[in-house]
């Protein structure tokens, strides 16, 4: 009898560990992520270890990457900051925001679909710090009030119109962390530290969106780092100088890229390395500004909690085919750096690297797919997470890359998916011998695009399928493009003439 008693006990006893298991079990699995997103500005992908260059500094960025996934084929669907910032924080293509410098402001409906505005729909306590870059208006394109119609949306603003300033004291929103960190990108670090303790007192997860103006012009970067990269001398990529430049499209020569490559100083050594150094100490602050919190994190205990999401509103023309700046369609303009952090994730793949095609636009539906939040059906952006469990997942298999801002000239629409990219200029003047021109680029085999296949022979099959991948990304434009601030001209200016 006594024995049957004892059984029974530890039946209980072992169905109540069980249910107390399972309530743990729940409890964990309903535990919403922490996320941050830091956002840089004007920052190319190589300028990294874990991007391929060996001259780099960036001791957190790489802890970043070797906890998470490195996204090596990561690409902004426009390759300016208004454009960009638009499309991280709605999900949305260039032509769906109407967004962008001389066209006009962000739509109140597109915003009310943005990421931060969905999170604190489901209890996130949002945040933001940086250059925001875009206003959102219904009736104006006034650029000089970006963020202003945002900042009551987000529960912590350290936010500042236009282009921000370096000096923290100038930034009104940063002002009061100045005198500890006089240079604004240690600041943004101190003001995102405060807003992590603010919201674990509050017991609420929290989405902090962190957007540098580093390494943005004009180049000042924090004298604390004078000596990091005081005797470096900085490689050039394969394609780099007038030469290398020569071989694409006249249209690509037209715009303020060229006059960059030699007002800049690419073109002298001397001038080339001290621009380097200054743009990748900048670079370094950036670094810097995030080890802080994420010390943060890890003092707080919540670092095994938080999601990492790091990337760039653009890339940047160093030199490369004798250019400067961005905008353009080229790697080193339309491409830049992607890391995901999830703590959660299979240590098998933590440290890895994806060439999985990702673009700006996926970024925001990433997010929300972390927090449990379905990506709204007028997303561009598809969430990334499943690549952190398969690097060979391929999210998407194309992707556009629009330009139609700054002169006529330089307007283009470009598609691309794994292996191709298609660029179709349409522009021409009679007088001067220009003319509608494609480009053809074989990414994998030659990721410097030294050459232009379309007008080869053997190419021909590969460029007549990029061609409607062109024609129908362009459909997808005038049957979802937006019909104001000039997009749906702009549409109609893109339409391919050559070998219709």
């Given at each position: 009898?006594?024995?049957n008693?004892?059984?029974?006990?530890?039946?209980?006893?072992?169905?109540?560990?069980?249910?107390?298991?399972?309530c743990?079990?729940?409890?964990?699995?309903?535990?919403?992520?922490?996320?941050?997103f830091?956002?840089?500005?004007?920052?190319?992908y190589?300028?990294?270890?874990?991007?391929g260059?060996?001259?780099?500094?960036?001791?957190?960025?790489?802890?970043?990457?070797?906890?998470?996934?490195?996204?090596?084929?990561?690409?902004?669907?426009?390759?300016?900051?208004?454009?960009?910032?638009?499309?991280?924080?709605?999900?949305?293509?260039?032509y769906?925001?109407?967004?962008?410098?001389?066209?006009?402001?962000?739509?109140?409906?597109?915003?009310?679909?943005?990421?931060?505005?969905?999170?604190?729909?489901?209890?996130?306590?949002?945040?933001?710090?940086?250059?925001?870059?875009?206003?959102?208006?219904?009736?104006?394109?006034?650029?000089?009030?970006?963020?202003?119609?945002?900042?009551?949306?987000?529960?912590?603003?350290?936010g500042?119109?236009?282009?921000?300033?370096?000096?923290?004291?100038?930034?009104?929103?940063?002002?009061?962390?100045?005198?500890?960190?006089?240079?604004?990108?240690?600041?943004?670090?101190?003001?995102?530290?405060?807003?992590?303790?603010?919201?674990?007192?509050?017991?609420?997860?929290?989405?902090?969106?962190?957007?540098?103006?580093?390494?943005?012009?004009?180049?000042?970067?924090?004298?604390?780092f004078?000596?990091?990269?005081?005797?470096?001398?900085f490689?050039?990529?394969?394609?780099?100088?007038?030469?290398?430049?020569?071989?694409?499209?006249?249209?690509?020569?037209?715009?303020?890229?060229?006059?960059?490559f030699?007002?800049?100083?690419?073109?002298?050594?001397?001038t080339?390395?001290?621009?380097?150094?200054?743009?990748?100490q900048?670079?370094?602050?950036?670094?810097?500004?995030?080890?802080?919190?994420?010390?943060?994190?890890?003092?707080?205990?919540?670092?095994?909690?938080?999601?990492i999401?790091?990337?760039?509103?653009?890339?940047?023309?160093?030199?490369?085919?004798?250019?400067?700046?961005?905008?353009?369609?080229?790697?080193e303009?339309?491409?830049?750096?992607?890391?995901?952090?999830?703590?959660?994730?299979?240590?098998k793949?933590?440290?890895?690297?994806?060439?999985?095609?990702?673009?700006?636009?996926?970024?925001?539906?990433?997010?929300?797919?972390?927090?449990?939040?379905?990506?709204?059906?007028?997303?561009?952006?598809?969430?990334?997470?499943?690549?952190?469990?398969?690097?060979?997942?391929?999210s998407?298999?194309?992707?556009?890359?629009?330009?139609?801002?700054?002169?006529?000239?330089?307007?283009?629409?470009?598609?691309?998916?794994?292996?191709?990219?298609?660029?179709?200029?349409?522009?021409?003047?009679?007088t001067?011998?220009?003319?509608p021109?494609?480009?053809?680029?074989?990414?994998?085999?030659?990721?410097y695009?030294?050459?232009?296949?379309?007008?080869?022979?053997?190419?021909?099959?590969?460029?007549?399928?990029?061609?409607?991948?062109?024609?129908k990304?362009?459909?997808?434009?005038?049957?979802?493009?937006v019909?104001?601030?000039?997009?749906?001209k702009?549409?109609?200016?893109?339409?391919?003439?050559?070998?219709?």
């Amino acid at each position: 009898m006594m024995y049957n008693n004892r059984k029974a006990i530890c039946l209980v006893l072992s169905i109540f560990s069980l249910l107390i298991y399972s309530c743990e079990a729940q409890k964990k699995e309903e535990k919403k992520p922490n996320i941050i997103f830091f956002f840089t500005d004007d920052q190319t992908y190589d300028s990294m270890k874990h991007f391929g260059n060996p001259d780099t500094k960036t001791p957190n960025l790489d802890q970043l990457a070797e906890r998470g996934v490195t996204f090596l084929r990561h690409y902004n669907t426009t390759a300016i900051c208004m454009a960009s910032r638009a499309q991280v924080m709605t999900g949305l293509y260039e032509y769906k925001t109407g967004c962008n410098f001389d066209r006009g402001a962000l739509g109140t409906k597109q915003w009310s679909t943005s990421f931060p505005l969905l999170l604190k729909e489901v209890g996130y306590r949002v945040g933001f710090g940086g250059k925001f870059g875009f206003s959102i208006s219904d009736t104006s394109a006034d650029e000089g009030k970006e963020g202003e119609a945002a900042e009551k949306d987000f529960d912590f603003w350290v936010g500042s119109p236009g282009q921000t300033s370096y000096v923290t004291k100038e930034n009104k929103s940063l002002a009061k962390y100045a005198d500890k960190y006089p240079h604004s990108t240690r600041a943004y670090g101190a003001a995102t530290i405060d807003f992590i303790n603010e919201s674990v007192k509050g017991k609420q997860p929290f989405c902090m969106s962190v957007f540098f103006k580093a390494p943005h012009k004009p180049a000042n970067p924090d004298p604390v780092f004078d000596t990091v990269y005081k005797n470096t001398v900085f490689r050039k990529l394969p394609n780099f100088g007038r030469e290398a430049g020569k071989h694409l499209a006249q249209q690509s020569r037209m715009g303020r890229q060229y006059g960059r490559f030699t007002e800049w100083g690419y073109d002298k050594e001397e001038t080339y390395q001290e621009e380097l150094r200054k743009y990748h100490q900048l670079i370094y602050g950036v670094d810097y500004s995030i080890g802080m919190i994420l010390a943060e994190l890890k003092k707080l205990k919540i670092d095994d909690n938080t999601i990492i999401v790091f990337a760039s509103d653009n890339g940047y023309f160093i030199g490369s085919h004798g250019l400067g700046s961005k905008e353009l369609p080229y790697e080193e303009s339309a491409r830049a750096p992607l890391i995901i952090v999830d703590p959660r994730m299979d240590k098998k793949f933590r440290g890895t690297q994806t060439s999985s095609l990702s673009a700006n636009v996926d970024i925001p539906a990433t997010i929300l797919d972390f927090a449990g939040v379905k990506t709204p059906t007028v997303y561009d952006g598809k969430s990334l997470r499943p690549v952190l469990s398969n690097t060979k997942f391929e999210s998407r298999t194309s992707l556009p890359i629009v330009q139609v801002w700054g002169p006529k000239a330089t307007h283009c629409l470009t598609v691309m998916e794994k292996q191709y990219k298609y660029i179709y200029w349409n522009y021409k003047d009679e007088t001067k011998g220009i003319h509608p021109t494609e480009e053809l680029f074989d990414i994998i085999n030659d990721p410097y695009e030294m050459k232009n296949l379309a007008n080869e022979t053997k190419y021909k099959l590969q460029l007549n399928e990029m061609r409607k991948l062109y024609d129908k990304q362009l459909q997808h434009w005038n049957e979802q493009g937006v019909k104001n601030h000039g997009y749906d001209k702009a549409a109609a200016s893109l339409i391919r003439t050559v070998n219709q």
